[in-house]
C-alpha cells in the first residue's frame, strides 16, 4: 500500500515567525489479513500492517517529522462463537519534529475525560502559543483511564479480550432480534506506556526519570522515583447493537504502580473492538 498527497495546512499564532505551514506526505506500508467474518465485530484468523509515514513541511522543513506503526492482531476461535482476541500495537514519530501518542480512555468515548495536569500538556491551547501540532496527535486506546494519561513520541499497548456471545453461544437456531444476537460479554486485559526517549525497558527511562535544572544555574539534578511505568487494567463488558448503534459498555479496574484502583471507570462507546 503507498499513498502520496499534500497534507493539510495548518495556522499558527503570528508570533512563532510563520502564520501557515503546508505539508505533503508519502505512506506505505504492508497489511496481511486472512481473517473470516462471522458477524459484527466476530473474527477468526490473523491481521498484521505495518505503515511508514512521512510529513515533509514546505515552507518550514524543521518541523518535518515521519512516523511509524505495527499492528498486530489474532483472533483465536476456543469452542463455538466463544473467541479470545488480541493485540500488539506500537508506534514512533520521529524526525525533526516528531508528534505525540496520548495513551488512555476509548475511542469514540461518550462523556469522555481528559487529563490536563501536565505542565506540557499537548491537548492545551494557549492564545500566544503554537497550537498547530493538535491536528497530528494520536490518540491510543488503554481502559481505566482518562485521555492523555502518559503521552510520547513512543507508544506500545497489549490488549487481550475474550468474547463470549451468549446467546449465539447456547441457542443454534435463527434469532430475529438485532440486540439479541449481537449480545456479546466480554473479559479484558490492557497494558501499555507511551514515552519520549529511553524506553520504559530502561532503568532510566523518561517516565520515572525528573530533571531538574535551573538554568543558567550551576546545578543539574535528575531524580530517579522508580515508579512502575507500564498502565495496566481488566474488566469485563457487554456488546450489542441497539437502534442502529454498535455500542459497548465496559468497566475497568486501574492498576498504576501496581497499585489497583478501589473504584472501577465506566466507559460507554460507539463502534467495534479492534
Known amino acids: 500500500y503507498t499513498d502520496l498527497g499534500l497534507g493539510p495546512s495548518v495556522n499558527a499564532p503570528i508570533a512563532t515567525g510563520e502564520s501557515t505551514f503546508y505539508y505533503g506526505g508519502l505512506k506505505t506500508g504492508l497489511v496481511f489479513d486472512n481473517t473470516l467474518a462471522n458477524g459484527p465485530n466476530k473474527f477468526v484468523g490473523t491481521r498484521a500492517s505495518a505503515f511508514l509515514t512521512h510529513y515533509q513541511s514546505v515552507n518550514d522543513a524543521s518541523r518535518s517529522f515521519s512516523n511509524f506503526e505495527i499492528d498486530l492482531r489474532h483472533y483465536q476461535k476456543i469452542h463455538r462463537e466463544l473467541t479470545l482476541a488480541a493485540r500488539v500495537f506500537y508506534g514512533n514519530f520521529f524526525g525533526t519534529h516528531p508528534q505525540r501518542y496520548l495513551l488512555g480512555g476509548m475511542d469514540n468515548w461518550l462523556f469522555n475525560k481528559t487529563n490536563t495536569s501536565e505542565t506540557n500538556d499537548p491537548l492545551g491551547v494557549t492564545r500566544d502559543t503554537d497550537n498547530s501540532d493538535i491536528l497530528f496527535l494520536r490518540f491510543v486506546d488503554l481502559r481505566g483511564f482518562d485521555y492523555n494519561k502518559f503521552n510520547g513520541s513512543d507508544v506500545l499497548t497489549f490488549t487481550a479480550e475474550l468474547r463470549f456471545p451468549v446467546i449465539r453461544y447456547f441457542y443454534r437456531g435463527p434469532i430475529t432480534?438485532?440486540?439479541?444476537?449481537?449480545?456479546?460479554?466480554?473479559?479484558?486485559?490492557?497494558?501499555?506506556?507511551?514515552?519520549?526517549?529511553?524506553?520504559?525497558?530502561?532503568?532510566?527511562?523518561?517516565?520515572?526519570t525528573e530533571v531538574i535544572d535551573q538554568g543558567s544555574g550551576p546545578f543539574r539534578i535528575e531524580l530517579q522515583n522508580f515508579k512502575n511505568p507500564w498502565?495496566?487494567?481488566?474488566?469485563a463488558g457487554i456488546r450489542t447493537v441497539l437502534l442502529g448503534y454498535y455500542l459497548k459498555f465496559d468497566m475497568a479496574y486501574a492498576i498504576e504502580d501496581n497499585v489497583v484502583s478501589d473504584k472501577p471507570r465506566f466507559y460507554l462507546t460507539l463502534g467495534y473492538d479492534f
Do not use: A, C, M
Open 177 to 208: 432480534s438485532n440486540f439479541f444476537r449481537n449480545l456479546e460479554f466480554i473479559g479484558f486485559y490492557d497494558v501499555g506506556s507511551s514515552w519520549t526517549g529511553p524506553s520504559p525497558f530502561s532503568e532510566k527511562n523518561s517516565l520515572n
Open 231 to 235: 498502565l495496566q487494567s481488566y474488566g
